[in-house]
């Protein structure tokens, strides 16, 4: 059973500038790995800490990430951020 993906406005947004970037490959094939199954090990994913608490992460490159809550009773994977998080 495949799990539902939504997106915060600031995923949304994000994503535009991932497009931009020329990165939507590589997010489009970690957003299918998430519909598939949000807890596989590859690529690998991080628990986040402090302020994202509960919260996950998989690099998209070496500068930006998919932030990413998981609710598991829904099976919904909500997007937070798809660009890098120093900003």
Known sequence: MS???VFTK???KDAK???SAGLKNKAE???RQLR???FTTNP???KL???LTGAYSRRINIQHRIVY???EKEKIVKVIRMWTHYE
Do not use: C, H, L, M
Request: glycine share 4%.
């Open 3 to 5: 799990w539902k993906v």
């Open 10 to 12: 600031q995923a949304q």
């Open 17 to 19: 500038r991932i497009s």
């Open 29 to 31: 094939n970690i957003i």
């Open 36 to 38: 598939e199954d949000p």
């Open 44 to 46: 690998p994913f991080e």
């Open 49 to 51: 800490k402090g302020d």
């Open 69 to 71: 809550q998981i609710y």
